[in-house]
């Protein structure tokens, strides 16, 4: 970046705020033509036409922002100059300067987009349009305004990737110039800096803006520690000055005894690198060894590899310090070779190894495609992180939702795992099975059930290691585990997962709620509910109108999920359908009275045994096939199935009796399994433990969870299983198995009964 436009080089005289306004505008003019003179330097890869365009631009901009000054005092039109000038050294093009120079025109200065189109023309206007619409961005916490800060700017981006581009040098301008704001702002702006702008500069490959924004961010956060380290610094850059020099020496003489090309440059770790480093491993300033690096610069693909073993001959490489970024490319775009070799005098040194075209796109990233284009070259975006946020937007409605799934996409460090084809896929640390299977396509995700990571089998909660071979084994009648949100890394994997159980939980809900509305409509003399076609659409307006619904879905699944009353929706259908002339069936009322007092006899929801958002299976009686059963319509969270026994929906009766439902076990309910309590008091003797295990596993009863006393010296225990079972009679074959057992005293059920 050339910090050339900030206003601390600038070398024009400023005018006392207390001269005549008259004086401090004409000044105002002189300094405002001087930064733009100044700023022409660098649009000469824009040919003469395109040039007078941006001067006009300026000239408009210029007059919208007359008598407006920065903090500092300067006059404000420097700082669309400033931004205008770090985008092209980034040789954007002509819109996009433009756009650079008139981003706060229509924040500051009340002109209208039309204004815009019909002096500059629609993309120039779009473009100011983006930038505004980032800026006016208010909102009634910090964390929902970064959130959807991110999300309109990720919006933005995909729209036109100008308009982030021309945020990252307003930012960039702003953060070199904010010593002259009020100390008080410094740690929101920094904090900002530091969790937005500076990552989304990474992803894009803007390298040398990630770390000027991380370093400024610092320097704001931390003064005391920033000034700190960099007194440091300056004082170890004299003291390895000479040790600096002698091994760049050394390898320009060996690369020109072997006429081998390259340019070397040397490098210095940033202040907010080296600082992080020290937190995360501990270190005083004195114990970092690799402050210091050099970038090698060669011709061509295959040289690169050759500088590499020409640098390997000369100085001994630090085992498990190689990158190849060439072979397995970051996500943004980046390639090169990493490597650290030791020194002189035991020094480590990092060297990067690239080509030309790949030192553009390291130090510029996306914007290298204007910098090819500069140059008569083609360059290809790389979109695919971009993608990959987008369709985690589509399937986010919450802004503060989006952010949590998009934060571990921002701050990457990646790992690279292979498919069994020897697909390379690149997964941010601590990515588990879950996550890659959601990598490779959200169908194989939905469905996983098991994986092999190289050829032995693995758990999914599994984290994934570089160099891991990874299969992933499905089964179609799978679905996604709500647990799984608790273990998943990546944004795409919890953005499908929840979109995937609101999704199924929304059906599941509108079904039972449909089957509500019928019974309840069936007590009012209604034989079945209203189409939804046009003839009753006056009706169910009027019902979705009464009971504040969108839709007729939407209505079903609030009374499925307990939101609704099934029975008021039923008397209101009644009231209106009677105010029409249309009276209740009286056989069928005749039935329904029958019916409520005969429980036999009554309509019921039956229990098909899948537990979902709409039907839930009390665990304080985990009542199975087989049991006599109750059902209780919870507040927002659907059907509570209880043992009808069960003390808990005893009293919920005695209090709540009309949210109460007729259910009844479907006939293929006892082919799932269902959890349920048994207490097993044994004598203590040595593998009785076992014994009770081994009977439990013939009776093909899974265990799921033990607890006991700790009464070792006592001469019984209790042991207290929770096991999987089919059925009320799957549990007594069990329980007779254990009451065979010499040692054991009693086996019975676990059940709070009234």
Sequence with gaps: MNAAFTSKTDDTPRT??????????????????????????YLSYLPPAEIDLVRQAWQYADKCHTNQWRSSGDPYITHPIAVTAICAHWKLDAPALMAALLHDAMEDCGIIKQDLVERFGPTVADLVDGLTKLDKLHFNTREESQAESFRKMLLAMAKDVRVILIKLADRTHNMRTMGDMPRSKWNR?????????????????????????????????????YDTLDKAITKSRARRHDLVQRVQNEITAEFDRLNMPARLAGR?????????????????????????????????VTDCYTALGILHQMYKPVPGKFKDHIAIAKANGYQSLHTMLVGPSGVNIEFQIRTEAMHIVAEAGIAAHWLYKSQGKQATLNTKWLQSLLDIQTETNDATEFWDNVKVDLFPDSIYVFTPKSKIMAMPRGATVVDFAYAIHSNIGHHTVSALINGEPASLRTELKSGDVVQIITDDKANPNPVWLSFVKTGRARSKIRNYLKTAAHTESMVLGEALLAQALRAEGIAAAPSNDEANQALWSEVLLKTNSKSR????????????????????????????????NAVLLSQERYASRDKDSQSTVALDGDSNASVRYATCCHPVPGDPVVAYLGRGDGLHVHHAQCANAKRLQATDAERFVPVEWAEESNHKLYASGLRVTINNQKGVLARVASELAQANV???????????????????FIVSVHDQHHIENALRSLRRIPTVVRATRILPLA
């Design 16 to 41: 006392s705020p207390d001269a005549p306004l008259d004086e401090r505008l004409e000044a105002a003019a002189r300094v405002s033509a001087a930064h733009f003179e100044r700023m022409l330097d």
């Design 189 to 225: 702006i920094a904090s900002e800096t530091l969790e937005i702008y500076a990552p989304i500069a990474h992803r894009l490959g803007l390298n040398q803006t990630y770390r000027e924004l991380q370093d400024l961010s610092f320097r704001y956060q931390r003064p005391w520690r």
């Design 553 to 584: 879905e939407d209505l079903l699944t609030d009374i499925g999920m307990g939101r609704q009353s099934a029975g008021w929706v039923a008397r209101h259908f009644m009231a209106l359908l009677a105010s029409q002339g249309l009276r209740p």
């Design 702 to 720: 899974d265990i799921r969870r033990l607890e006991m006393d700790d009464e070792a010296a006592m001469q019984t225990t209790e042991l207290r």
């Design 268 to 300: 210095e770790s940033t202040l907010y690198s080296l600082y992080q480093k020290m937190i995360r491993n501990h270190l005083s300033f004195a114990q970092v060894t690799d402050i210091y690096g050099f970038r090698v610069i060669v011709p061509t």
